[in-house]
């Protein structure tokens, strides 16, 4: 029979979050019921909350960090035994026929993923709730393996920040030798500096903030670029392989291509919404691009966390009680948070 579980979620773009019950879906053949213990806060928690996106459907229970442990599996589940520490992340569903899908690029499913949260639910009719409850039932095709050596609550947040850095770092197939720049020292950069410093590059964090250098060196950069001194630019000028651009809004991007070498590339992964304009020269001259990446399919979203394993990278995170999640929303908005908040989810229980 369907479960009842407790959650978190809001009413309307407008209101707080504020206790709820939900349920979950009966356990099919193919499915994986989790008990969730921690879930990561990220800012697309506050943009579906808040309606940014014009998407909404209410209640919003967001969450799509999610780490926890297999309470039940169904008869057909061969990859996960009851016990095993595990985790989901952005997606729960996708056709997994179509060309996107059978490419392990399930982010980019022709026929719509099924995302964690405010998605079309296929089984229960309404839309998809995401880890702000205390279990969540998933087809085992998009349940990960979480490795055992590294710390649960660290790991929450590599389910989507840890794979959105990930993905484009490993598409453009950065290096050991590489000049990698990370621009923004938030959730995604701090990411991007462990997995860039891990993959063997030289990393220079790109910040307007001075008082961010100590940080970002303990976190694996071997420079650090004020982007606002005209001079350390022109230092910098035609030297970088490549640019992981985690800014969240729109923002001029002609300083930062000039850092690029001749072709080049930064990647978008931060603003979801227009940029400034800039100027076609800053392409043309040096035959540079600008591109996007969304996430990561399940693949490789499970070699991040195999990654991660072997190197000990979690991210750097903020305990919260369940009950200080509108305060925590508040706070990131203010970017008051070093680096990721997750939620520890024996509060809600």
Same mark, same amino acid.
């Given at each position: 029979?369907?479960?009842?579980?407790?959650?978190?979620?809001?009413?309307?773009?407008?209101?707080?979050?504020?206790?709820?019950?939900?349920?979950?879906?009966?356990?099919?053949?193919?499915?994986?019921?989790?008990?969730?213990?921690?879930?990561?806060?990220?800012?697309?928690?506050?943009?579906t909350?808040?309606?940014?996106?014009?998407?909404?459907?209410?209640?919003?229970?967001?969450?799509?960090?999610?780490?926890?442990?297999?309470?039940?599996?169904?008869?057909?589940?061969n990859?996960?035994?009851?016990?095993?520490?595990?985790?989901?992340?952005?997606?729960?569903?996708?056709?997994?026929?179509? &060309? %996107?899908?059978?490419?392990? $690029?399930?982010?980019?499913?022709?026929?719509? *993923?099924?995302?964690? /949260?405010? @998605?079309?639910? !296929?089984?229960?009719?309404?839309?998809?709730?995401?880890?702000?409850?205390?279990?969540v039932?998933c087809?085992?095709?998009?349940?990960?393996?979480?490795?055992?050596?590294?710390?649960?609550?660290?790991?929450?947040?590599?389910?989507?920040?840890?794979?959105?850095?990930?993905?484009?770092?490993?598409?453009?197939?950065?290096?050991?030798?590489?000049?990698?720049?990370?621009?923004?020292?938030?959730?995604?950069?701090?990411?991007?500096?462990?997995?860039?410093?891990?993959?063997?590059?030289?990393?220079?964090?790109?910040?307007?903030?001075?008082?961010?250098?100590?940080?970002?060196?303990?976190?694996?950069a071997?420079?650090?670029?004020?982007?606002?001194?005209?001079?350390?630019?022109?230092?910098?000028? &035609? %030297?970088?392989?490549?640019? $992981?651009?985690?800014?969240?809004?729109?923002? *001029?991007?002609?300083? /930062?291509? @000039?850092?690029? !070498?001749?072709?080049?590339?930064?990647?978008?992964v931060?603003?979801?919404?227009?940029?400034?304009?800039?100027?076609?020269?800053?392409?043309?001259?040096?035959?540079?691009?600008?591109?996007?990446?969304?996430?990561?399919?399940?693949?490789?979203?499970?070699?991040?966390?195999?990654?991660?394993?072997?190197?000990?990278?979690?991210?750097?995170?903020?305990?919260?009680?369940?009950?200080?999640?509108?305060?925590?929303f508040?706070?990131?908005?203010?970017?008051?948070?070093?680096?990721?908040?997750?939620?520890?989810?024996?509060?809600?229980?």
């Amino acid at each position: 029979m369907k479960e009842t579980v407790k959650a978190y979620g809001a009413k309307s773009a407008t209101a707080n979050l504020e206790p709820m019950t939900i349920e979950r879906r009966d356990l099919q053949a193919t499915d994986v019921n989790i008990d969730i213990l921690y879930c990561g806060v990220c800012h697309s928690d506050i943009h579906t909350v808040r309606n940014d996106w014009k998407g909404s459907t209410y209640p919003v229970i967001p969450g799509h960090e999610i780490i926890g442990r297999v309470t039940e599996v169904g008869t057909e589940v061969n990859n996960f035994k009851v016990g095993d520490l595990v985790g989901v992340g952005c997606m729960v569903d996708s056709c997994q026929t179509c &060309n %996107s899908c059978q490419h392990d $690029l399930e982010q980019f499913c022709e026929n719509g *993923a099924t995302f964690t /949260y405010n @998605s079309p639910d !296929k089984h229960l009719g309404g839309q998809t709730y995401g880890g702000y409850t205390t279990s969540v039932v998933c087809d085992q095709e998009f349940v990960l393996r979480v490795p055992e050596n590294i710390d649960p609550k660290g790991a929450a947040p590599l389910l989507c920040a840890g794979i959105t850095t990930w993905s484009p770092l490993r598409h453009w197939k950065v290096k050991k030798g590489d000049k990698v720049g990370v621009i923004g020292l938030g959730g995604l950069g701090h990411l991007g500096v462990k997995f860039a410093n891990a993959l063997g590059a030289h990393v220079v964090m790109i910040t307007t903030s001075p008082e961010k250098a100590d940080d970002a060196e303990r976190l694996g950069a071997h420079e650090v670029l004020i982007s606002k001194n005209q001079d350390a630019m022109k230092a910098h000028a &035609n %030297s970088f392989d490549f640019i $992981l651009n985690t800014i969240p809004v729109g923002h *001029a991007m002609d300083p /930062y291509l @000039s850092l690029l !070498k001749i072709d080049a590339t930064m990647v978008l992964v931060g603003a979801i919404e227009p940029m400034k304009e800039f100027n076609g020269g800053s392409l043309v001259m040096g035959r540079k691009r600008v591109a996007g990446s969304l996430i990561g399919g399940i693949k490789e979203t499970q070699e991040m966390l195999d990654f991660c394993g072997e190197h000990n990278i979690v991210s750097d995170i903020e305990m919260i009680n369940m009950q200080d999640i509108n305060d925590a929303f508040e706070r990131v908005t203010k970017n008051d948070v070093k680096y990721r908040f997750v939620i520890d989810m024996a509060s809600l229980k």
